[in-house]
């Protein structure tokens, strides 16, 4: 007989209606850059922990929060979009960094109306950061009552490979000036995540004295970065000399220009000299006054890859 694979389910942090995700009018969550889930139209304002674990990041603007299990799942709960500007105006967290919480246990408190007048949309997203600790994910549809109801049923991956570090000379950046003005929040920091992703080699990105792993999302979000703090992009690995050669101009769209000829640093950040510039802008509009206008197409790289 086979062994069961292990499983985990993510309650609704929230009281309101499941849409799917790629329904989503912000092209990186829709295009699950940050990860795969499901979002949540809400209608109660207690922010409920969708799984027990420990809180591995709690965004400084307290709009966003992300929860590891004892299985290794990260869990981050966004709620809103483009909240991250209003700067933590009308969220209240419970909770604390580091804290180790139970599943329906409250964590953020934030006031509804205000969010819902101040925000592009309340449209909550339920994501896990850390797709290769799930073998296959089936979300809910319909109404949820928050700490009661399962948003999503994850069947969780058995001893997967870890891959191991490639052998080669260590390759570092020129100073990375942060650009925007959320730093590298939830959406710019998947948009870094997915590039890194492209090279096998090991990506290390580094502020002062920390150090995140350039793949992961929630690492990237934990250096807690803001408007004109400088950074630098380690890799070491076969294809380490790539980010260092200056290759072709990335394609951006319109609606997230860096400023042009990007330097040979610009790889993995597309920023000149270093400068990280994330402009994307969700549409304004309610989902509960109104259908999500069609979708920009989520920003796509023309990549230089080693010989």
Do not use: Y
Not at 38 to 50: E, F, M, N, R, W
């Amino acid at each position: 007989m086979g062994t069961t694979a292990p499983r985990l389910d993510v309650l609704a942090p929230l009281s309101g209606w499941l849409v799917p995700l790629d329904s989503v009018p912000d092209p990186v969550f829709a295009g699950k850059m940050v990860g795969d889930g499901v979002s949540l139209d809400p209608t109660s304002g207690s922010l409920l922990a969708p799984v027990s674990g420990v809180v591995s990041n709690l965004h400084s603007a307290h709009h966003a929060l992300t929860i590891t299990t004892p299985e290794g799942v990260e869990v981050m709960v966004h709620i809103g979009i483009d909240t991250v500007m209003l700067k933590g105006q009308g969220f209240f967290p419970l909770v604390e960094q580091g804290q180790q919480v139970s599943a329906g246990q409250p964590v953020i408190d934030f006031d509804l109306d205000q969010v819902a007048r101040s925000a592009a949309s309340l449209l909550t997203q339920i994501i896990v950061t850390n797709g290769d600790a799930v073998a296959h994910m089936q979300p809910a549809q319909g109404m949820v009552n928050a700490g009661r109801d399962v948003v999503l049923s994850l069947q969780l991956a058995n001893g997967k490979d870890v891959p191991q570090a490639q052998a080669g000379e260590p390759q570092l950046s020129s100073d990375i000036a942060i650009g925007n003005p959320a730093g590298l929040h939830a959406r710019p920091a998947a948009v870094f995540a997915s590039k890194a992703k492209t090279f096998a080699s090991d990506i290390q990105l580094i502020l002062g004295d920390k150090e995140a792993n350039a793949k992961s999302v929630v690492a990237i979000m934990g250096l807690a970065t803001k408007l004109g703090d400088v950074v630098r992009v380690r890799a070491a690995g076969t294809d380490a000399l790539s980010l260092s050669r200056k290759t072709a101009t990335p394609n951006w769209p319109a609606w997230a220009r860096p400023p042009a000829s990007p330097s040979a640093a610009s790889s993995i950040t597309g920023c000149k000299n270093s400068t990280w510039r994330n402009k994307a802008r969700a549409p304004m509009w309610s989902s509960r006054l109104s259908p999500a206008p069609p979708r920009r197409p989520p920003p796509s790289w023309t990549w230089s890859r080693p010989s």
